[in-house]
């Protein structure tokens, strides 16, 4: 059964950076396009960037030129640098294939202070 697990969330004053990784179990991580995705408190669930198979990307406006989005597929991982951290991006961090997306895992809670 494939699993995806999130980790490297914190603390963070606003200004700073973090870098989010993605782990994956299973052979199928390097045939799959996959999004990080956030949910704020009292919020719906949001796509924050998206990388595919081929290393093409994609941002949400709200993170373009701050959040990079990566992957290393002979790691099973893919990556996120938040940089220029700001309070409106405290959330809980995902991840997920994009086309088949699997069961959601616990996330990483990111909290950034003002």
């Known amino acids: 059964q494939v699993r995806l697990v999130e980790s490297g969330g914190g603390l963070v004053q606003a200004g700073g950076s973090l870098t989010l990784s993605c782990a994956a179990s299973g052979d199928t991580f390097s045939v799959n396009a996959i999004g990080w995705y956030r949910q704020a408190p009292g919020k719906q669930r949001e796509v924050v960037a998206l990388?595919?198979?081929?290393?093409?990307?994609n941002y949400a406006d709200s993170v373009k030129g701050r959040f990079l989005i990566s992957r290393d597929n002979a790691k099973n991982t893919a990556y996120l640098r938040m940089n220029i951290l700001k309070p409106e991006d405290t959330a809980v961090y995902y991840c997920n294939f994009l086309t088949s997306p699997i069961a959601w895992g616990q996330g990483t809670q990111v909290t950034v202070s003002s």
């Open positions: 990388i595919g198979t081929t290393g093409t990307t």
